[in-house]
C-alpha cells in the first residue's frame, strides 16, 4: 500500500476553533486532538495526569510539569477519555523544531555518546520539518493498554498531516518504543542513553510521512487514514 502525501509547507500558525474528537473502537474511548489555547482546561488535566502516571514511576520531573503548563512550544495534544470521561493516556507533539538545541533529546545524551548523531539527525531533517512527541502515558490500571499504545502510536500521521511536516521524532525508553513500531516509528541506531535514570535506555525513533506505510502494520495504516480523512474534514469545515 502506498500513500501520496504534499510537498512540505509548514502549518506552524495553523489555530485550532475548537477540538477535535472522535470514538475510537478498539479501545472503547473518546480521542480529542486539541491545542492548548484551545482547550485550557482540557490541557491542564493532561499536564495533571502526565506527571502522575510519571510520578508513579519515580520520573515526574522528566514532564517539568511548570515549565510547559503554559503551552507556549506544544502545538498539538491528544488525550484518550474514557465512557466516564476519564483521561487514561495522551502525549504532546511540540512546535515544529528550528534545530537541535530546540529538542530535549539534546538535553537526554547530553555528555554521552550519540549526542553528535543526534544532533546530526535532527538538524539534517529540519528544513523537511521535525516535530517531536513527549510526555506520552498511558493509565496503568486500563486493560486496554496495548490498544491505547496502539492509538497513540498512530498520532504521527495525524501530526504530519496537520502540521505539514515530514518528521516526527520522540524519545523513550526502548521497550516502550517497540510497542510504538507498529505505527510506522523506525529506531534509530543510536546508543542508548541512562535517561532520566540507570533503570532507563533512552532510544530515538522517527516517523518520516513518505515511508512510514511502509513499517505500519496494516491495520494500523488503515485505521489512520480513516482518522487523518476525519480530522481533515473538521479542520476544512472550520
Known amino acids: 500500500m502506498s500513500v501520496e502525501f504534499v510537498e512540505y509547507e509548514s502549518n506552524v500558525d495553523i489555530r485550532f476553533p475548537e477540538n477535535i474528537a472522535w470514538f475510537d473502537t478498539d479501545t472503547d474511548c473518546s480521542v480529542v486532538l486539541s491545542q492548548p489555547h484551545t482547550d485550557p482546561e482540557l490541557w491542564n488535566r493532561y499536564v495533571d495526569a502526565a506527571e502522575q502516571s510519571y510520578r508513579r514511576h519515580g520520573v515526574e520531573a522528566v514532564v517539568d510539569a511548570a515549565a510547559i503548563r503554559g503551552g507556549a512550544d506544544t502545538a498539538l495534544f491528544w488525550t484518550v477519555l474514557d465512557r466516564g470521561g476519564n483521561m487514561v493516556g495522551g502525549l504532546r507533539a511540540k512546535a515544529p523544531l528550528g534545530g537541535a538545541d530546540?529538542?530535549?533529546?539534546?538535553?537526554?545524551?547530553?555528555?554521552?555518546?550519540?549526542?553528535?548523531?543526534?544532533?546530526?539527525?535532527?538538524?539534517?531533517?529540519?528544513?523537511?520539518g521535525v516535530m517531536e512527541m513527549k510526555t506520552a502515558w498511558v493509565s496503568d490500571n486500563r486493560t486496554s493498554q496495548h490498544a491505547i499504545t496502539n492509538l497513540l502510536a498512530r498520532t504521527a500521521y495525524h501530526a504530519?498531516?496537520?502540521?505539514?511536516?515530514?518528521?516526527?521524532?520522540?524519545?523513550?525508553?526502548?521497550?516502550?518504543?517497540?510497542?510504538?513500531?507498529?505505527?510506522?516509528g523506525v529506531v534509530a541506531?543510536?546508543?542508548?542513553?541512562?535517561?532520566?535514570?540507570?533503570?532507563?535506555?533512552?532510544?530515538?525513533?522517527?516517523?518520516?510521512?513518505?515511508?512510514?506505510?511502509?513499517h505500519s502494520q496494516p491495520?494500523?495504516?488503515?485505521?489512520?487514514?480513516?482518522?487523518?480523512?476525519?480530522?481533515?474534514?473538521?479542520?476544512?469545515?472550520?
Open 102 to 128: 530546540d529538542s530535549h533529546a539534546v538535553v537526554e545524551w547530553a555528555g554521552r555518546p550519540g549526542l553528535a548523531m543526534v544532533r546530526k539527525m535532527i538538524n539534517d531533517r529540519v528544513p523537511f
Open 160 to 184: 504530519t498531516s496537520v502540521m505539514g511536516v515530514q518528521f516526527v521524532m520522540a524519545t523513550a525508553a526502548q521497550h516502550v518504543l517497540e510497542l510504538w513500531k507498529s505505527g510506522g
Open 189 to 214: 541506531p543510536i546508543p542508548a542513553t541512562p535517561y532520566p535514570d540507570e533503570r532507563y535506555r533512552t532510544k530515538m525513533m522517527w516517523w518520516d510521512r513518505r515511508t512510514m506505510v511502509n
Open 219 to 238: 491495520e494500523q495504516i488503515t485505521k489512520a487514514l480513516h482518522e487523518i480523512d476525519a480530522i481533515s474534514t473538521r479542520l476544512v469545515a472550520g
